[in-house]
């Protein structure tokens, strides 16, 4: 079982950054591939960026590369999701996903971007 609690969304104007953070509980954190996703209002939800267990593989959504950047710090049970440059489009309710023999999923933190 691993639960995942994501934190660091908030109001941001555009062209700003946050630092969103998934902690992670248990002892079994390395052997998942790690993955962010997001859903916008009125709409599906949506890959952003996903990581390797040993944080030596990543992979973007088209509509992020370049402004968004993915991290583990397997040591702290924590996957990171530095976001620059932050435009209206990107306003959602991020999740961070376990992704092994069985998926988890957090709860969501809201990341709102004003224009």
């Known amino acids: 079982q691993v639960q995942l609690v994501e934190s660091g969304g908030g109001l941001v104007q555009a062209g700003g950054s946050l630092r969103l953070s998934c902690v992670a509980s248990g002892r079994t954190f390395s052997r998942y591939d790690m993955n962010w996703f997001r859903q916008p209002p009125g709409k599906e939800r949506e890959f952003v960026t996903a990581i390797n267990r040993s944080g030596g593989i990543t992979h973007y959504a088209g509509s992020v590369k370049g402004r968004f950047t993915i991290s583990r710090d397997n040591a702290k049970n924590t996957v990171y999701l530095q976001m620059n440059s932050l435009k209206p489009e990107d306003t959602a309710v991020y999740y961070c996903?376990?992704?092994?023999?069985?998926?988890?999923w957090g709860q969501g933190t809201q990341v709102t971007v004003s224009s």
């Open positions: 996903n376990a992704d092994g023999p069985v998926n988890y």
